[in-house]
Every structure is written in structure tokens, then in C-alpha cells.
């Protein structure tokens, strides 16, 4: 947050809320979470991290093969790489989401972690399945710890809805899911338009062609197995984004959100889809 922003709500760069107050000068301790304010003082922000080899690292993207690989090169940070390669962090049991995002040559660019979770909802998380249909936000980080995007799942029944916001907490667009059954399908949307759609291949939904409004398409997520062992005993999944072309605002936050939402909107529903 720059000196010049103007006074008011934004996402909690701490990650331990949805929303910080900002004075214009400092952030406060006045901190907001599913819609209730309450009081925390700053500090102590995190960047999640995975303790994952770059030889792993690179070797997810050779998995994702040739197909999607890009003919530029990437700027070094989320938002201008033309590969990202998406690592969750492997636990036993999962009551939050962690990711940490490298490029091709297994820099870390920066994380995603789940904020504004009650200790009820993790408790929730634990000890059933319920949550599945409960709101999760996300926030899409740099290695700062500055929050670059906002990821909203609403509550949802059968179809999942990513809203997609930058730090300010202005809307960029939407991830609407389509259908429930065979290859799923999402829209990507923004200022009330179709800009673009995620198409899974297979019925699992676990590689993705993303197209924009002509349906060529700009980019591909790949699901890369990680072994027996630990896709059987741990939550991790392993995703390689592969962005074909230089893409523009909307599309490109949009672009860069999808597999994360991916994982969010269908992987909390793998007992009822699997």
C-alpha cells in the first residue's frame, strides 16, 4: 500500500482477515471478516511456502509437455510470467488452503492462502465434508505479502462462482461454472461480458484448454501426479499454468486466478464428483 491511497477497506495484507482498514498513512488494527468487524493489530504477515526441490519444480513442467509452452519471455513476477507452476502445500488433513506459485526455472513469485476463517469453520473443515458448500476467499499474494488478488467462492449448492477482486477490492470479473455433469465447463466473465472460458478434457477435470471470447485458446492448465503415495495420504495438488500469448487486462488477472479457482471450485467437491 502506497502513501497515496486513500483511506479505507482493503484486503488484509496479514492474511488473517478478509479486509483491513487503511488510514491513508497506516493500516489499523480495525479488521473485517464475513461481513463482522472486529479488532486485530497489524503485523506478522505470512507468504506461504512449499518444501518442494526445483528439480520437482521443473520437472512439473516437463510433465505438462510441449503443447502449451510459450514462444515469450516471461517479466518475473505473477502477472508477466508465461509459465506458473501452482504447489499446494501436502498435509494430512486440510482446514486451509495453501499454494505457493514458481515460475518455469522454480523461483517462488508468491502464494495464495485462505483468509477470514473462523475457528468454527476450520473446526467444520475437520471433522466433515460440510464445507464444501460454505464461502472460502482466497487471497493471490507476492513475496512481499501483498495481496494482488482477491478470490471469493461463494456459498454454493451445485454450481461454484469465483469473483475475482484486485487488492482494492474492486471486482475484475468472474468464474461461473456451467454445467455438473461430463466435462466442465467455466465461463470467465467481466463488466457483464464473456470474455473467455475454461474447458476441463477429460470428465475428471483436472487439465483445462482456457479460450478467450473467439475460442482459440490462450492458455492450458495442467494437472501434474505427484505419486501413489502422496495423492493417496495428503491434500497436495500440483497444477502448471502455460500462457501462450502476451495477454491484456481482464483477461490476463483472470487467466492467472483460474487455477487456483479451479482447485477451489471442483477439488472441495472431489467426495461428491470423484
Known amino acids: 500500500m502506497t502513501s497515496t491511497a486513500a483511506p479505507g477497506w482493503y484486503a488484509d495484507p496479514f492474511g488473517r482477515h478478509e479486509a483491513r482498514y487503511y488510514d491513508g498513512a497506516n493500516w489499523t488494527e480495525h479488521v473485517s471478516s464475513h461481513g463482522r468487524q472486529s479488532v486485530d493489530p497489524p503485523g506478522g504477515g505470512n507468504v506461504p511456502t512449499v518444501q518442494r526441490s526445483p528439480e520437482k519444480v521443473q520437472r512439473d513442467v516437463e510433465r505438462a509437455g510441449k503443447a502449451g509452452v510459450a514462444g515469450w519471455q516471461g517479466g518475473g513476477s505473477l502477472f508477466s510470467e508465461s509459465v506458473l507452476v ?52 482466497l487471497q493471490l499474494v507476492d513475496m512481499q505479502g501483498v495481496p494482488q488478488l482477491t478470490l471469493t467462492r461463494p456459498a454454493k449448492v451445485m454450481k461454484s462462482r469465483i469473483i475475482v477482486q484486485d487488492a482494492a477490492g474492486a471486482e475484475i470479473g468472474q468464474i461461473i ?8 465447463r467455466f465461463a470467465i466473465e467481466s463488466g457483464g461480458y464473456t470474455i473467455g472460458s475454461i474447458n476441463g478434457e477429460n470428465w475428471r477435470a483436472w487439465n483445462f484448454s482456457i479460450r478467450d471470447h473467439t475460442d482459440v485458446e490462450v492458455a492450458r492448465i495442467t494437472k501434474t501426479w505427484e505419486g501413489l503415495a502422496k495423492t493417496m495420504f495428503t491434500t497436495a495438488d500440483n497444477y502448471v499454468v502455460q500462457i501462450h500469448t502476451q495477454l491484456q487486462a481482464p483477461l490476463l488477472p483472470m487467466v492467472v486466478a483460474a487455477a487456483v479457482s479451479i482447485d477451489t471450485a471442483l477439488k472441495q467437491d472431489s467426495r461428491g464428483f470423484g
Request: hydrophobic share 35%; charged share 25%.
Open 86 to 137: 501452482v504447489n499446494q502445500k501436502a498435509k494430512l488433513i486440510e482446514v486451509s488452503n495453501e499454494y505457493a506459485i514458481y515460475d518455469q526455472n522454480a523461483r517462488q513469485l508468491g502464494a495464495v492462502r485462505e483468509v477470514g476463517q473462523s475457528n468454527l469453520k476450520k473446526a467444520v473443515r475437520l471433522l466433515s465434508s460440510y464445507d464444501q458448500y460454505l464461502t472460502h476467499k
Open 177 to 184: 461454472q456451467q454445467n455438473v455433469f461430463g466435462k466442465i
